[in-house]
């Protein structure tokens, strides 16, 4: 799916420079006390533990230790705040899906991540992490249906994009497009990406850059 027909050039000039400055730790919460106030515009990415979401932060910003990756799942364990010399603020949200962490430990990531959803005024959008190899699954389907519960703008993003021939990436495509029309919270558009190749990373830099302007924000020059 080419989604580079959905911005202009000046947009994905914009996406570069928003995210071409110096990106550094802002803040860790592990409850709910411990979300900070925030006064500029916050994304978060959301996904299945292994899915690549600090893979990802790493490849946008250009950095290649600032989200702590890791190949064993279910490492981050808090939100994990990150900032810019702009307002736009990026949080990592604890990976879902990883039976190991406990039922405890679970329902209390899972108490932060709600809150945080439910209560951040900043929180523009939420980019749900999807396997291109895998697509939606049904625990991807519970986290869609609490994100449009909570009436929390959100959009797909493909992940490890660069591990599938491109006519089975399309197939892979069309598949989550299908599966998010009977949401109409969910942003129509799906963005594949590879953090290890690039791929896509202009386009969804071009998405948030697009988003800070549409919110009043006006992006890193």
């Known amino acids: 799916m080419d989604t580079a027909a959905d911005f202009s050039a000046a947009e994905i000039e914009a996406g570069r420079r928003l995210f071409a400055g110096e990106w ?26 292994n899915v690549g979401k600090s893979s990802l932060i790493n490849a946008l910003t250009g950095r290649k230790a600032l989200a702590r990756a890791s190949s064993k799942p279910g490492r981050t364990q808090q939100l994990i705040f990150f900032a810019g010399p702009g307002p736009l603020v990026l949080v990592d949200l604890p990976g879902y899906g990883y039976a190991a962490a406990g039922k405890t430990k679970a329902a209390a990531w899972a108490k932060v991540v709600e809150a945080y959803l439910r209560q951040s005024k900043a929180l523009a959008r939420v980019y749900l992490l999807i396997d291109a190899r895998h697509g939606v699954r049904p625990i991807d389907e519970v986290i869609l249906t609490a994100l449009e519960q909570a009436a929390v703008s959100h959009e797909i993003v493909l992940t490890k994009s660069d591990e599938l021939r491109e006519a089975d990436l399309m197939q892979s495509c069309d598949r989550v497009q299908l599966a998010i029309q009977k949401r109409p919270a969910a942003f129509p558009r799906v963005i594949a990406t590879s953090a290890r190749t690039g791929h896509g990373m202009p386009e969804l830099r071009a998405a948030i850059a697009r988003l800070l302007r549409e919110r009043g924000f006006a992006s890193s020059k």
């Open 24 to 49: 550094s730790f802002r803040h860790a919460a592990g409850a709910v006390d411990a979300l900070p106030q925030s006064g500029g515009l916050e994304v978060a990415f959301a996904g299945r533990s």
